[in-house]
């Protein structure tokens, strides 16, 4: 039965839909993709499924061939390698200028890090929680395209912690840096939040080179 889709912003809907498969392994990453298979289980035309195929090209979840056509593309220790030290970087300038404001923004912060303990063994609702969480954290930054990278960037980072979380059978997460990160900013210590919020990364990644090398994704 085909899963129908509201018209509008059809390309949007489209988009985010597959954003939410790809990023979470359906089809299998190196998988092909069927556009004619794909657009009947949307309820959509192929024209709105190519223009959202190629902006998740451009975002680096799909990749294309002659001949072959979209793809998801394939996991990589490489990648990971590159990937993650460019989110740390941007996301620690995005702090740099978002790290004075109120206080209820930390308390909002703390709330989502108290949601993202309670999660436990839940890795995709913990792995949403740490999204938003970081999502809070350089929110008040206001260089909109800084931001919007990021997001692209964190996307990418959300399918390899995904795979490693459902193939390994653990959750890793983040509350202790978290709750570091935001008393330093609470205190106004900036260098400090910054050190610890390059080390959650770091964590991340650590993590996952290993994994990514024993599965064989060079």
Not at 100 to 120: G, I, Q, Y
């Given at each position: 039965?085909?899963?129908?889709?509201?018209?509008?912003?059809?390309?949007?809907?489209?988009?985010?839909?597959?954003?939410?498969?790809f990023t979470r392994g359906i089809p299998a990453p190196g998988s092909g993709i069927n556009e004619a298979e794909l657009a009947a289980e949307l309820g959509v035309s192929r024209t709105p499924l190519r223009e959202a195929l190629h902006a998740l090209e451009r975002e680096g979840l799909v990749g294309?061939?002659?001949?072959?056509?979209f793809f998801v593309r394939p996991?990589?220790?490489?990648?990971?390698?590159e990937l993650y030290p460019i989110i740390w970087t941007l996301?620690?300038?995005?702090?740099?200028?978002?790290?004075?404001?109120?206080?209820?923004?930390?308390?909002?912060?703390?709330?989502?890090?108290?949601?993202?303990?309670?999660?436990?063994?839940d890795a995709d609702q913990a792995l949403v929680l740490d999204a938003r969480w970081h999502r809070g954290l350089v929110e008040p930054c206001d260089?909109?395209?800084?931001?919007?990278?990021?997001?692209?960037?964190?996307?990418q980072a959300f399918r390899y912690e995904y795979a490693f979380m459902k193939d390994a059978g653990r959750v890793f997460q983040s509350v202790e840096q978290?709750?570091?990160?935001?008393?330093?900013?609470?205190?106004?210590?900036?260098?400090?939040?910054?050190?610890?919020?390059?080390?959650n990364w770091r964590i991340s990644l650590d993590f996952l080179s290993p994994w990514l090398e024993q599965a064989g994704h060079e």
């Open positions: 039965m085909a899963i129908l889709i509201a018209r509008s912003p059809l390309r949007r809907q489209v988009r985010d839909r597959l954003v939410s498969s294309s061939q002659p001949g072959r056509g996991l990589s220790r490489r990648e990971a390698q996301e620690s300038l995005a702090l740099r200028s978002a790290a004075l404001r109120p206080a209820s923004d930390f308390d909002a912060l703390d709330a989502l890090n108290a949601e993202l303990r309670a999660a436990d063994a260089n909109r395209r800084l931001l919007e990278t990021l997001e692209s960037l964190k996307l978290h709750e570091a990160i935001t008393a330093s900013l609470r205190s106004g210590h900036l260098a400090a939040a910054l050190e610890m919020l390059e080390r």
